[in-house]
């Protein structure tokens, strides 16, 4: 098949390499997939096989692509199917001609491989290797190795460094006016923790800047932006954002949309199922989405407790230091907050049931969850502190005057109609206790099913489910009390998520 | 959605997470992938999403498979669609109910993060991760990361003899009456290299127990078995190759089919994209084939230059120890052979022209390529010593005899009609030559290219397609004189490796 015409422009011309788009709904999640017959000219002469990387250009857009061939007859010799992100990477629409190549050799790939055998990347050999992850030429198994060599206390604070400002690189910075920008973030792996909004909303309204963006669930029920996102438009833009933080000094959104530290966001794909807590991974990803989002002052949570990411005092105590380390290597005052982490924080599981948690707190109501208030206050406390809007020492105080007065709620209401409109939470129409089988004290809560049981329920694509935990350990209870209540949007998920509970009735364990 | 019926049999008890198997027609390689709506009931209560790793059972076959979520309607809310890989693997016909269930942990992940941290690898440690790899456990990004934690010199002797153990578990073991088997195996990155036919020949005919098998092209325009395959079938099961070896006393088949150490199988299919070239997973592949195989006695052939694997006379000299240190320790007899690797060996480039070679070697034809006989005399004399059938350094001597009497010949027909039945090789009907445009003397051959103009021409799938190569380093050659001559099936694929041969005038370069 020699080229039927000799311009080079694939959208008009084509060629031996040119395969008319066709749309794929499958959803590989980031991966870029493209589906070619095995029996197509293209696959035999240039033998292309299942699982070969290509390059696909169409007009002045390149992707990589990870090729599964197709035997039978629902794709044309001609059509080259593409997955959903392949399709929005390289914006073709349906018969569009792409021109199909082998992907160019993988050249940063050699740093990994001498990093392997001990050489420390240097800031050159990172920005190539992290800039490549960033422009999808490295597959997930590329990404996996380049984890692993990092993994093990092998990168010193010098490649942390470099690493981190690489990872900035490949995406947006956003700069403010304000001399302070405030953030923070938690380290994980503690539910409900819904802190953040009812800080955000205490710090701006003492008049520090604090541009805050979120991350959506991807394993628990909500993530803050799930809880978010049910009262206020959450999938802002950058110049939205910063509309949004110049008019009213802080906002809560959700992060992805803004193109801050990518190269972040397909790493944590890949460490995810590995399960890999590389301290250095962990402190270059926190401090690569501060730095994109133009942060000056973070304050970091660190929950220490048997189901968290940091499990002892002593771990907390050096991963806090090494942190606080290479973040002033990088320009950046890190405060660090060490708490127990034995607990949810706050009573609802889910969207809207951890919205309406918030909202009692900023509103003062009494029904209010004093942990969700207490914590909230000690973490805007510091952050007002390190702002120069309190005295070291008097920043929690201060904090609990402004949520006290209303100023917070006010704030807050300002934020979201910024944001595009305040919303009212809607819980659950179906619902249903789980009860006490006899009297007792509550002595242990299994965090894990409980976050089960609502997703069960729906949470987070059904906003409005979840689970309300009514008994926290220490809790008298009597036979029949409730110590949970499940909210579903439809009667089948509601019964789904009750049969579940009821198999593992110690869930909220009672001792008689 | 609750059970409808509280039988577990999937196949005949549809329940909430029962979905009707429906065949996807794609070849994601030996990667087993499913395809579930993203609305439907099970993705949204158990939470499942693109990527997720699911197992799925079907009668008493479990296996994992990973997830990829689709939109529209080209699967139904209850079908769940399945790869070529998921479908063989599962054994399942369409319509059939198949249950889906989260995968288990994979518990034995944990050792390979160890090694991240320096802790070495024990006996059971590595036979647990191997066994999970072997049976899929293992996503591809598992494997790429335990790949990266073997590599950089890190595991000890030890450690190697306990993953070739743990590799040759995975699958089938060979055993014979003989008390010596031998083997041989080339280390690899020369083209053309097709000495095993002939060697198998003349070792066989002295009496010498050899089971060979051999691979197929993944990314060079043959492979051994491709080139054996155009002489005799090479598809044989275990059983068929035993009769075949009991027979004949030795074969030349594809090992693909075997089940011999398939976890090396699955290793290599994540080791080539990312091009580590680990020492120990080297040796361990190696090892574990030849064991499984039942060899006693292996000639592992090293050929050193710039486009092989290993690189230099103290490289090999090097991995030549350590190789036959963990084969004595592992109970194999290991002989190495150290030669140059800097030009293709025989002429025919692609399986029915490789064939024709070792053809004319085993009928001492005028025009049999002197290079690849005096190689195979050579690698097949080491194996005579080696199996005492020869004194030391006498070898290639009798090597010799046996090839000139023609008992080599003789012996090779017994194999072919023993595998099955002799073939004729037929070369492609279209031929075209590449002609020097001046005088002078050949100074250099691009061997990467040359190969790639033989895939072009349909090498290895068009088994009559490839590369006849006439101008070894040093001929002296006259203007228009054929440096190469390339074979096709059709004119259109002729035409297009013609183009591409002519766009890189240098691929043989002729000083004037």
Chains 1, 2 share one sequence.
Not at 62 to 68: G, K, N, R, W
Not at 89 to 108: F, K, Q
Not at 355 to 360: I, K
Not at 475 to 495: C, D, H, K, R, W
Request: aromatic fraction near 4%.
């Amino acid at each position: 098949m020699a080229d039927r015409q000799s311009t080079p422009d694939a959208a008009t011309a084509p060629c031996g390499r040119c395969l008319r788009a066709r749309h794929v709904s499958v959803d590989t999640l980031r991966e870029a997939v493209a589906y070619l017959r095995h029996d197509s000219q293209v696959c035999r002469s240039e033998g292309f096989a299942a699982q070969t990387r290509l390059q696909l250009d169409y007009g002045q857009t390149t992707i990589v692509a990870t090729l599964q061939t197709v035997t039978g007859d629902w794709l044309e010799l001609d059509e080259i199917g593409l997955s959903e992100a392949a399709m929005q990477a390289l914006d073709v629409a349906e018969g569009d001609w792409v021109r199909v190549h082998h992907m160019p050799p993988l050249e940063s790939f050699r740093h990994v491989r001498g990093r392997m055998y001990g050489e420390p990347f240097t800031h050159d050999a990172l920005t190539e290797v992290v800039g490549d992850i960033a422009a999808g030429r490295y597959s997930s198994i590329h990404i996996s190795s380049f984890l692993t060599a990092c993994t093990g206390n092998r990168l010193s604070d010098d490649e942390i460094v470099s690493l981190t400002q690489a990872m900035v690189a490949t995406g947006k910075t956003l700069t403010w006016r304000a001399d302070k920008v405030m953030d923070k973030h938690s380290v994980g792996g503690l539910p409900g923790n819904r802190t953040t909004p009812i800080v955000v909303a205490i710090v701006t309204a003492q008049g520090l800047v604090m541009p805050k963006t979120s991350s959506r669930a991807i394993t628990s029920p909500a993530g803050t932006a799930d809880a978010m996102a049910t009262l206020a438009p959450v999938d802002l833009s950058a110049d939205e954002m910063r509309r949004v933080v110049e008019d009213v000094g802080g906002c809560v959104v959700f992060g992805g949309a803004a193109n801050l530290s990518p190269a972040d966001d397909i790493l944590i794909q890949v460490e995810r199922p590995l399960e890999l807590d590389s301290e250095a991974q962990m402190i270059a990803s926190i401090l690569s989405k501060k730095l994109a989002v133009g942060a000056t002052h973070v304050l970091i949570d660190i929950p220490v407790g048997p189901t968290t990411k940091i499990r002892s005092d002593h771990a907390s105590t050096l991963f806090s230091e090494r942190l606080r380390t290479i973040a002033r290597a990088l320009g950046l005052d890190v405060v660090t907050y060490v708490c127990q982490g034995n607990e949810p924080v706050g009573r609802g599981i889910g969207p809207s049931l951890e919205a309406r948690d918030v909202l009692a707190v900023l509103q003062n109501r009494a029904r209010a969850p004093k942990d969700l208030m207490a914590k909230s206050v000690e973490v805007a406390g510091r952050i007002l502190e390190a702002g120069g809007k309190a005295l070291p020492g008097e920043g929690a105080q201060v904090a609990r005057r402004v949520l006290i007065s209303g100023l917070a709620w006010q704030q807050f209401q300002r934020i979201c109609e910024a944001q595009g409109g305040m919303l009212e939470p809607v819980v659950g129409r179906h619902s249903k206790p789980i009860t006490a089988r006899h009297a007792g004290v509550v002595t242990t809560v299994d965090n894990r099913h409980l976050s089960r049981v609502a997703k069960l329920a729906g949470a987070p694509l059904a906003t409005r489910a979840g689970v309300v935990f009514e008994s926290p350990i220490g809790t008298v209870v009597g036979a029949g009390q409730p110590l949970f209540t499940i909210y579903a949007e439809s009667p089948g998920e509601l019964e789904y998520a009750f049969e579940y509970a009821n198999r593992f009735p110690d869930i909220v364990c009672v001792r008689a």
